[in-house]
């Protein structure tokens, strides 16, 4: 079971590139890199997954290294709304699943 | 409907009576999925389905949980004996099929155990 390291929280400025990474040392060959976000009283949603390289969607970006131990959430030219707790999860796609801890994440305050 | 609905959306319970709390998972998800969030911390797994079937109970924090799943689509997660330490947000998620895909999340129910 991958373990994931992330800080516990970050400060950003309203505009500004946030950049959050994660490490996951013993990563899987099957593994995939998830990214999840939460705002205050509501579940989680996705927000983009990886194997490996880079990912990019209309909400972030995904970078992942060719060993694939760390992988970093870039989101650009954040605003105050996007203040909400980023979970980094390590799982397999197929093939059963596992017993997955989002852990505590990472808070993201937003500041005007 | 089109996304994970979850009710109640908030308990109150006197420590030792049961609680049932349930989970309409999105129309077609096979997978389903219930965790804990108390305050301030993470989401913890508790239980997963893949159809009516749960493969591993070992994330259930002890014997006083237990869940089912009917028909492939609802699921209900009891609680029984409630202790004040079962306070925290109970969470469930759908998907597609197994873990790796994007998993839905309901609001939760928010369990007050007094």
Known sequence: ?112 | GAGVSQSPSNKVTEKGKDVELRCDPISGHTALYWYRQSLGQGLEFLIYFQGNSAPDKSGLPSDRFSAERTGGSVSTLTIQRTQQEDSAVYLCASSLAVWGNEQFFGPGTRLTVL
């Open chain 1, 1 to 112: 079971l991958a373990k994931t390291t992330q800080p516990i929280s970050m400060d950003s400025y309203e505009g500004q590139e946030v950049n959050i990474t994660c490490s996951h040392n013993n990563i899987a060959t099957n593994d995939y890199i998830t990214w999840y976000q939460q705002f205050p009283s509501q579940g989680p949603r996705f927000i983009i997954q990886g194997y490996k390289t880079k990912v990019t969607n209309e909400v972030a970006s995904l970078f992942i290294p060719a060993d694939r131990k760390s992988s970093t959430l870039s989101l650009p030219r954040v605003s105050l709304s996007d203040t909400a707790v980023y979970y980094c999860l390590v799982g397999p796609l197929m093939g059963g699943y596992q017993k997955v801890t989002f852990g505590i994440g990472t808070k993201l305050q937003v500041i005007p």
